[in-house]
């Protein structure tokens, strides 16, 4: 039995060594997780192995299932390093679906008119993804950029104690990464900045946050010729400055660089769903009430 699902790469909003922010880009991670009679943990990905294995390991353990697993990771984008928070979110879900073939289902829950969302279910009880989310956050990971890339949408949280400050949906931005060299690395000699930019990004201004974490950790004039350029805001994300804008005519204008999208998709496995549950049959379940919504 196997499992295919995808998650999406996640972006730096602010980070300082023990809360940080992200949010959501449309450049897609899948991962493809195949039971096995046997307990080898075996994954097809050069990068990061034996955490991956461990997790895998960890998973399997959590979701009560006895067997081995082989996981296969392939980025929508070759020649770019997806941070593990996007991958882990993918290798998780499809382990959970893989084994949901077996002893569960895929389903659906209606919330309102307008709103639904896929989950699992492994024997009779409900996987709550924030459970797996913590499960990888044990390792030394972002807590807040495996929620972004779990839920989709952005995130500020508080890593040290694994907590969510704050949540939502962001605009479906145009965006455009462009890769940048000899970003500043230290936090410690600016860090009286950053918690001013916290503090800006908490109140919900996240576009003048960014801004201004991009124009700490990068070159001033280069961020702000992409604003007068037409960008809405700029910020910094690894090895990358992510411009983003309301309108396609900075993108265009920007011939270097990768276009893509913001998008607030969460994590989710490609399979038909088995049943379509409104909220009150959901309720019923094991392990419901403390599901983790959207």
């Not at 192995?49 to 960890?58: A, D, F, M, V």
């Not at 900075?250 to 893509?260: Q, Y």
Request: net charge positive; hydrophobic share 40%; proline share 2%.
């Amino acid at each position: 039995m196997e499992c295919e699902a995808i998650s999406h790469l996640t972006g730096s909003m602010i980070y300082l060594d023990d809360r940080a922010g992200s949010f959501t880009i449309d450049m897609k991670i899948r991962a493809r997780a195949r039971l096995l009679n046997n307990d080898r943990i075996q994954i097809k990905y050069p990068r990061n192995r034996e955490i991956l294995k461990r997790i895998s390991k960890n998973v399997l353990k959590f979701l009560g299932y006895d067997g081995g697993i082989e996981v296969w990771v392939k980025p929508e984008l070759r020649g770019i390093e997806f941070p593990i928070e996007s991958i882990c979110s993918a290798l998780t879900i499809a382990i959970a679906g893989a084994i949901s073939t077996e002893n569960g289902s895929v389903n659906i829950l209606r919330i309102d008119k307008y709103l639904m969302e896929q989950f699992i279910e492994i024997d009779g009880g409900v996987v709550n993804k924030i459970d797996l989310v913590r499960i990888c956050a044990k390792y030394a990971m972002r807590f807040d950029m495996l929620c972004s890339s779990m839920f989709g949408g952005f995130f500020l949280c508080d890593n040290k104690n694994h907590e969510i400050m704050r949540r939502g949906e962001m605009e479906k931005l145009h965006a455009i990464l462009l890769e940048r060299k000899n970003l500043i690395r230290d936090t410690e000699s600016i860090r009286n900045e950053l918690e001013i930019i916290w503090d800006e990004a908490l109140k919900g201004n996240l576009y003048t946050a960014m801004r201004l974490n991009a124009r700490i950790f990068c070159d001033k004039k280069f961020v702000d010729n992409l604003i007068k350029s037409g960008a809405l805001t700029v910020t910094v994300s690894e090895n990358f400055i992510i411009a983003l804008a309301r309108g396609e005519e900075i993108i265009k204008n920007l011939n270097r660089g990768i276009r893509t999208r913001i998008t607030n998709e969460p994590t989710k496995v490609l399979i038909n769903p088995r049943k379509i549950l409104k909220m009150r049959e959901f309720m019923k379940m094991d392990g419901a009430r403390g599901y983790y919504f959207i």
